[in-house]
C-alpha cells in the first residue's frame, strides 16, 4: 500500500487541495517561464514565441540579438519542461514530508520489473523505424561516429537530453510520481488517467498557439492515450517510472532520427508513428478501465 492509499484509507472525505494545488503550480511555473521568454522573444526580435523556445533549448542563437543573456533564456526553457517534475516534487514534500521523497525515489530507481516493461517502454523506437522505412527514410542513413554522438548525447536531438532535461523527467516525477499514485487512492484509475490526460494536454496550449484545429484535437487525444498508456506502464511494472522515462524519451526522439536519417527532415514522416499511437493509447484507456472494474 501506498503512502497516499494509507491516507486515503484514513480519511473520511477525500481531500482535492493537493491535486488542485499541484496542477495549478505546474501551469503557473510553466506558463509564467512562457511568458517571459516571449518578452525576451519580441526584445530580440523574434516575433513567434514558440520559435525562439526551440533556439532556445537547442542552445542555438546564431544571428538573434538576444536581450538577455543566452544562459538565462536556456534556465527559462528548462524551468518551463520541469514544471510538473518541481510541483511534483513540492506536492510530495507538503502532503507526505520524507517519507512520501523515499517512495518517490524508490519508484524512480525500481529497475527490477522484467524485460517487456523495458520493452514497452521503448515501444516508440520500434514505431519510429517502421515510419521511417514507411518514408523510405532508410537509403539516406548517415550513421557514423559523429552523427550518433549527436543524436545521444547534442541538445539539439539528444536521447539522453530528451530523457534527463527535457519533458521525461521534467514532468514524470509530478504526473506519474505523485498525480496517479495520489488521484488512484481516491478514484478509479481510468478516471485519475482522464484528469491526467486532459490536463497534461491543456498545460501545453502555448505552445500549441497558431496551430490548425485538427492538430489541436489530434494532440488532446494522443495526450489522453498516452496517460492511459503510462497508466499501464506504471501499475503494470509495480509502480516504476523506468519504463514510463523511456516511453516519455523515446517519443520525444524525432531529431534523433532525423539526424541519423536526413531524409526525413521536412516530411511528416512521424504520421504513421502518431496514428499508431492514437490507436494504441485507445486500447490501452479499454485495458485500464477493465481492469479499474475488475478490481471492484
Given at each position: 500500500m501506498t503512502i497516499y492509499q494509507q491516507q486515503a484509507a484514513?480519511?473520511?472525505?477525500?481531500?482535492?487541495?493537493?491535486?488542485?494545488?499541484?496542477?495549478?503550480?505546474?501551469?503557473?511555473?510553466?506558463?509564467?517561464?512562457?511568458?517571459?521568454?516571449?518578452?525576451?522573444?519580441?526584445?530580440?526580435?523574434?516575433?513567434?514565441?514558440?520559435?525562439?523556445?526551440?533556439?532556445?533549448?537547442?542552445?542555438?542563437?546564431?544571428?538573434?540579438?538576444?536581450?538577455?543573456?543566452?544562459?538565462?533564456?536556456?534556465?527559462?526553457?528548462?524551468?518551463?519542461?520541469?514544471?510538473?517534475?518541481?510541483?511534483?516534487?513540492?506536492?510530495?514534500?507538503?502532503?507526505?514530508?520524507?517519507?512520501?521523497?523515499?517512495?518517490?525515489?524508490?519508484?524512480?530507481?525500481?529497475?527490477?520489473?522484467?524485460?517487456?516493461?523495458?520493452?514497452?517502454?521503448?515501444?516508440?523506437?520500434?514505431?519510429?523505424?517502421?515510419?521511417?522505412?514507411?518514408?523510405?527514410?532508410?537509403?539516406?542513413?548517415?550513421?557514423?561516429?559523429?552523427?550518433?554522438?549527436?543524436?545521444?548525447?547534442?541538445?539539439?536531438?539528444?536521447?539522453?537530453?530528451?530523457?534527463?532535461?527535457?519533458?521525461?523527467?521534467?514532468?514524470?516525477?509530478?504526473?506519474?510520481?505523485?498525480?496517479?499514485?495520489?488521484?488512484?487512492?481516491?478514484?478509479?484509475?481510468?478516471?485519475?488517467?482522464?484528469?491526467?490526460?486532459?490536463?497534461?494536454?491543456?498545460?501545453?496550449?502555448?505552445?500549441?498557439?497558431?496551430?490548425?484545429?485538427?492538430?489541436?484535437?489530434?494532440?488532446?487525444?494522443?495526450?489522453?492515450?498516452?496517460?492511459?498508456?503510462?497508466?499501464?506502464?506504471?501499475?503494470?511494472?509495480?509502480?516504476?517510472?523506468?519504463?514510463?522515462?523511456?516511453?516519455?524519451?523515446?517519443?520525444?526522439?524525432?531529431?534523433?532520427?532525423?539526424?541519423?536519417?536526413?531524409?526525413?527532415?521536412?516530411?511528416?514522416?512521424?504520421?504513421?508513428?502518431?496514428?499508431?499511437?492514437?490507436?494504441?493509447?485507445?486500447?490501452?484507456?479499454?485495458?485500464?478501465?477493465?481492469?479499474?472494474?475488475?478490481?471492484?
Amino acid at each position: 500500500m501506498t503512502i497516499y492509499q494509507q491516507q486515503a484509507a484514513g480519511s473520511e472525505r477525500p481531500s482535492t487541495w493537493p491535486i488542485v494545488s499541484f496542477f495549478v503550480l505546474a501551469y503557473a511555473i510553466a506558463w509564467g517561464a512562457f511568458a517571459i521568454l516571449g518578452v525576451i522573444a519580441r526584445q530580440s526580435g523574434v516575433e513567434s514565441t514558440q520559435a525562439f523556445m526551440a533556439l532556445a533549448e537547442s542552445y542555438q542563437f546564431e544571428g538573434v540579438n538576444l536581450s538577455v543573456a543566452p544562459w538565462l533564456v536556456y534556465l527559462l526553457t528548462r524551468l518551463a519542461d520541469f514544471a510538473f517534475s518541481i510541483a511534483g516534487v513540492v506536492m510530495i514534500a507538503v502532503t507526505a514530508g520524507q517519507a512520501g521523497l523515499r517512495e518517490l525515489w524508490q519508484r524512480l530507481t525500481r529497475w527490477r520489473i522484467g524485460w517487456r516493461w523495458y520493452a514497452l517502454g521503448l515501444l516508440p523506437l520500434g514505431l519510429y523505424l517502421v515510419a521511417t522505412a514507411v518514408a523510405n527514410g532508410f537509403s539516406s542513413a548517415e550513421i557514423n561516429m559523429s552523427t550518433i554522438g549527436t543524436a545521444l548525447f547534442s541538445l539539439q536531438a539528444g536521447f539522453f537530453v530528451s530523457l534527463f532535461l527535457r519533458g521525461a523527467l521534467g514532468e514524470e516525477l509530478g504526473l506519474r510520481g505523485f498525480a496517479l499514485p495520489y488521484l488512484q487512492a481516491r478514484m478509479s484509475t481510468f478516471r485519475a488517467s482522464l484528469i491526467i490526460g486532459v490536463l497534461w494536454g491543456a498545460w501545453h496550449l502555448p505552445v500549441l498557439i497558431g496551430r490548425d484545429v485538427l492538430s489541436v484535437v489530434a494532440f488532446s487525444l494522443l495526450s489522453i492515450g498516452l496517460a492511459m498508456l503510462f497508466t499501464w506502464l506504471f501499475n503494470g511494472s509495480g509502480g516504476s517510472l523506468i519504463p514510463v522515462l523511456l516511453f516519455h524519451a523515446s517519443q520525444n526522439w524525432e531529431e534523433g532520427f532525423e539526424t541519423l536519417f536526413p531524409s526525413l527532415v521536412g516530411t511528416e514522416w512521424e504520421l504513421v508513428s502518431t496514428l499508431s499511437l492514437l490507436v494504441i493509447g485507445l486500447v490501452a484507456g479499454v485495458v485500464v478501465w477493465r481492469n479499474g472494474r475488475n478490481k471492484k
